[in-house]
């Protein structure tokens, strides 16, 4: 079995920073794509960055592009999202997935296992 916990979320203002981990917990963390999705309230999932086997590479979606970033340590099968800027329409439920497959230009990461999400809400 594999699982996956998020933790960090939290309220924060405006223009503020917020600092999302996820712990991966079962085999072969480096064989997964590491991906951030969220789910604001009334509105459908959508994904928000994910990460290559190795943390070499990274993809963001543009609604974050410059403001989100992800990262992985592989030693401790942890992977993080550094949220900067926040704004209001940031406020969601991040979830934290995992993929089987490699990082690929084109394809949006699948949450082959998903995490619990951990909630970030960016007052005005």
């Known amino acids: 079995q594999l699982q996956l916990v998020e933790s960090g979320g939290g309220l924060v203002q405006a223009g503020g920073s917020l600092r999302l981990s996820c712990a991966f917990s079962?085999?072969?963390?480096?064989?997964?794509?590491m991906s951030w999705f969220r789910q604001g309230a009334g509105k459908e999932r959508e994904f928000v960055s994910g990460i290559s086997w190795t943390g070499s590479d990274a993809v963001y979606a543009d609604s974050v592009k410059g403001r989100f970033t992800i990262s992985r340590d592989n030693a401790k099968n942890m992977v993080y999202l550094e949220m900067n800027g926040l704004k209001p329409e940031d406020s969601a439920v991040y979830y934290c997935?995992?993929?089987?497959?490699?990082?690929?230009?084109?394809?949006?990461?699948?949450?082959?296992?998903w995490g619990q999400g951990t909630q970030v809400t960016v007052s005005s």
């Open positions: 997935a995992a993929d089987g497959r490699e990082l690929r230009s084109g394809r949006i990461p699948r949450g082959d296992y």
């Open positions: 079962g085999r072969l963390f480096g064989s997964y794509t």
